[in-house]
């Protein structure tokens, strides 16, 4: 059931005659066992006391004799599932399958009219991270490449840069490649990485290809991502999920240092903001609830931590650099769809900006930061 609030939002969207551009969102097949978070596939999930998935995996391949969870110890199986369940607030999205039918399913529960999205890796074994970007070209997309226009794939910053660049070359054999995401948001990051010799020698082959970097990173490495993106000013750099900045609804100060670096990013003009990223990491609470629960409304979401950073980040950025993106299947976890867009449709209405602003927010700067063509002809799904 959708909520007022998002049949409200939706509905001006649609009276402006257009259709969003959703610039991050995932595909996963967790059968497919290139991925790295397949091996927990067909895991009896009462065991470990979890509840089954909602929408079970398909049966097995006849071939597929084993499961990669069963070479684990119930300990690493059970620390995985918690691992999972912290970072992203449930099993539920991460262990199903998310295809093309699935996303139009979520645009269709609230009518959402879609002109175009931009694909974003997720976690491919290292051996084969052009074959992500070839699956996504050739199995994931519409017929009309509306869905998949872009597509950022993955290669290892660190690795040799000779190796790098023909990994790149691979990646751009398919014509919608647009550029790469290496995480830097990882735990036990290297706080130096971004300063790195060999990260810098991969992101001047990036400026050599002319791809774009997708920045996945918290908020104590923004400026650091300033300097970067101040050094390479050719480079379009994308940031994702308006930096996941730790605990922001549980600590101002957290906030304070989160506004003072992306006021440091957005002193350059190569860089754009992701409107995304409703995650457990920021100190929300939606995911707590029974998966398949309506879950929290347009309204809720907007009254949250997550309508503070956004506001901050489109004052700090200007209407012309925000671009939203669902992070879906990821932030399904806290929210549908619908309400989840509606809720940035609506924070962004509170602002005051204008018809133009607004368009270019859901759909237009998506188009230019990720140089998106879209297929002459076609007509958003509306």
């Known amino acids: 059931m959708v909520s007022e609030s998002a049949k409200k939002a939706i509905s001006e969207i649609r009276s402006l005659n257009f259709g969003i551009i959703d610039c991050h969102h995932h595909f996963w097949d967790n059968t497919d066992w290139r991925r790295t978070n397949s091996r927990l596939a067909y895991l009896p999930l009462e065991k470990y006391g979890r509840k089954p998935l909602a ?23 059970d620390k995985s599932l918690v691992q999972m369940e912290r970072t992203y607030g449930s099993h539920q999205p991460m262990m199903m399958n998310y295809l093309l039918t699935d996303l139009y399913d979520d645009l269709d529960e609230g009518n959402i009219p879609l002109d175009g999205t931009v694909y974003v890796e997720c976690g491919w074994k290292e051996s084969d991270q052009a074959g992500e970007t070839r699956w996504v070209q050739t199995n994931a997309s519409d017929r009309t490449m509306r869905v998949g226009a872009g597509i950022v794939s993955h290669s290892d910053m660190l690795k040799d840069p000779k190796y790098v660049k023909a990994e790149l070359l691979r990646h751009a054999q398919n014509p919608s490649f647009r550029g790469i995401r290496y995480q830097l948001a990882k735990r036990k990051a290297d706080p130096e990485t971004m300063k790195h010799p060999t990260f810098l020698s991969n992101f001047a082959t990036l400026n050599e290809m002319h791809l774009c970097f997708d920045l996945m990173c918290h908020q104590y490495q923004l400026k650091d991502a300033a300097e970067l993106a101040r050094n390479f000013p050719n480079v379009t750099i994308v940031l994702d999920h308006l930096a996941c900045p730790v605990m922001a609804g549980k600590n101002k100060s957290v906030v304070d240092e989160w506004v003072e670096g992306m006021k440091a990013l957005a002193s350059n003009p190569n860089v754009y903001a992701k409107l995304s990223g409703l995650m457990p990491v920021l100190g929300t609470e939606f995911h707590k609830r029974e998966f398949t629960d309506a879950g929290p409304t347009a309204e809720e979401i907007s009254h949250s931590i997550l309508g503070v950073l956004v506001k901050h980040c489109v004052e ?11 992070n879906f299947p990821v932030d399904k976890c806290s929210a549908r769809y619908p309400e989840l867009l509606s809720a940035y449709w609506i924070i ?12 270019a927010i859901f759909r237009d700067n998506s188009v230019k930061a990720y140089k998106l063509v879209m297929p002459e002809g076609v007509t958003p799904k509306l």
């Open 55 to 77: 929408k079970p995996l398909p049966p097995p391949r006849p071939d597929q004799k084993t499961f990669g969870w069963q070479s684990m110890s119930a300990q690493d199986i």
């Open 348 to 359: 962004c209405k509170r602002m005051g900006l204008d018809n133009r602003q607004m368009k």
């Open 316 to 326: 700090i950025f200007g209407p012309d650099r925000c671009c939203f993106a669902s």
